[in-house]
């Protein structure tokens, strides 16, 4: 007997897995388990995926619903792992509570790097693996080394062709090839999904913002995410927008949307905010936007790739100076939108689709900040990002790096080696600070 389990924390994840197996990239199975895995800061008041509008068109995919949460309660997913002399015990138990018996497992996960996808390929130690990506991460490096025991089990990454050309770096490490999942597949579901949310705004042609709640990931602070979506709602107004739908995150407080709808009142803008959880992807097949505004949300590249929507992003800039530590997994989506969307402010490229750069560009771009975020991870990639750094560090690319990070490493664009001492020198730093202050007497 085989079984196949396929854990999902989202909905949009669930979907990819729903077209994957539609379009046969599993092989066939006994049993087909998916493990709901509800990574909310408080699960207790966050629906979990098969809670939501529109799972029960991606249920008849398996066989049986079970929940992560459970299994490891009173602990939180995210936050709880096995200890080693426990993976035994905890194979042997999930085996029973599960009904596996003697079962060949194979695993389909998403974010391996991490619990509670790490913790389960961990407990079943002799499981192949397959990794799914539902977003754009998958384009950027692997987040933390992986135990060759992990690493070496991957047999190949499935992902959507969200950026047409361009080729993941995920768990390219462990020559792990990636394998696209059909576009038409991912779309069919969808449009599965279209008739769900029987309680949204009968709103048609809008311009759609996309709130991401940043402020829970500490990157930027809750004023300056309510001011960001004023920032999109400017931004749809200066394109001609009066009519405007608000997509909040999930779980992002209501509070989020105070500033923005007094700001809509201050404009003269007609807004509605939608309360009911379900994919980006369903508002645009029932409300087919005008524009999508976003800062660097998945959404915005499926709006841009899937549905040909135009789009535009908003404060990518301030995240790539803001994301902390430099090897931030979310670099590289920042990077992605920012370069390839137009911002609000330029109604040409919007008509047009048009961003900074083009996909061969944005390629050559990616593996260059691939490196300078995993150098341990990715060193072949070496030789590549100094060729990068050497012909086309500029006014368009610094954004995307940090010279303190290039000085770390031996790049091109930081301090010379042999003058790497000056920063941390105080004699120096005095000189600089003194020279600064001249400076500005003189403009004066």
């Not at 854990?7 to 998916?34: E, Q």
């Not at 995920?170 to 597949?185: D, I, N, R, Y």
């Not at 829970?216 to 009066?242: C, D, F, P, Q, Y």
């Not at 920042?334 to 061969?360: C, H, N, Y």
């Amino acid at each position: 007997m085989t079984t196949q389990i396929f854990m999902a924390s989202t909905l949009y994840g669930t979907a990819t897995l729903a077209a994957a197996l539609d379009s046969g990239c599993f092989a066939p199975a006994d049993r087909r388990i998916l493990l709901v895995s509800n990574n909310a800061t408080t699960p207790e008041t966050t629906p979990a995926v098969d809670e939501m509008p529109g799972f029960e068109r991606l249920r008849s995919r398996f066989d049986d619903v079970l929940s992560w949460n459970e299994a490891v309660f009173p602990f939180h997913p995210g936050g709880w792992t096995p200890r080693v002399e426990d993976v035994p015990l905890w194979e042997r138990s999930l085996r029973l509570a599960w009904g596996l018996g003697d079962d060949d497992v194979a695993l389909a996960v998403e974010s391996i790097q991490v619990d509670p996808a790490l913790g389960v390929t961990q407990i079943f130690t002799d499981a192949p693996v397959t990794v799914y990506a539902d977003g754009l991460m998958s384009y950027g490096p692997t987040r933390n080394k992986l135990a060759p025991l992990v690493g070496t089990r991957v047999e190949r990454l499935l992902h959507l062709d969200l950026v047409p050309g361009l080729e993941p770096l995920l768990l390219t490490e462990f020559g792990v090839v990636p394998e696209v999942v059909a576009t038409p597949a991912f779309t069919k579901v969808l449009a599965e999904l279209a008739g769900t949310g029987g309680e949204l705004p009968d709103v048609t042609e809008p311009a759609l913002l996309l709130g991401q709640y940043l402020s829970a990931l500490n990157i930027l602070s809750a004023e300056e995410e309510e001011n960001l979506h004023v920032r999109m709602l400017k931004g749809a107004v200066h394109l001609g927008h009066t009519r405007v739908v608000f997509k909040p995150h999930p779980t992002a407080p209501a509070r989020f949307t105070r500033t923005l709808e007094e700001e809509a009142e201050r404009l003269g803008v007609n807004l509605t905010v939608v309360d009911t959880p379900v994919l980006a992807e369903v508002l645009y097949q029932r409300m087919r936007p005008a524009l999508v505004v976003g800062c660097f949300s998945t959404a915005l590249l499926t709006a841009s790739a899937l549905y040909g929507l135009p789009v535009a992003r908003v404060g990518t800039e301030t995240l790539l100076d803001r994301l902390t530590p430099f090897e931030n997994s979310n670099r590289v989506p920042v990077t992605i939108v920012d370069a390839l969307l137009p911002e609000p402010t330029d109604a040409a490229a919007v008509a047009e689709g048009r961003g900074r750069m083009d996909t061969a560009a944005l390629g050559d771009l990616v593996r260059a900040v691939g490196f300078t975020m995993q150098p341990r991870i990715l060193p072949g990639l070496r030789p590549e990002a100094e060729r990068y750094l050497s012909a086309r560090l500029d006014d368009g690319t610094w954004r995307y790096f940090k010279k303190r990070r290039l000085t770390s490493l031996g790049l091109p664009g930081g301090i010379p080696q042999r003058l790497a001492f000056l920063p941390h020198n105080a004699t120096a730093r005095k000189v600089v600070r003194r020279a600064r202050s001249i400076r500005r007497a003189l403009r004066r």
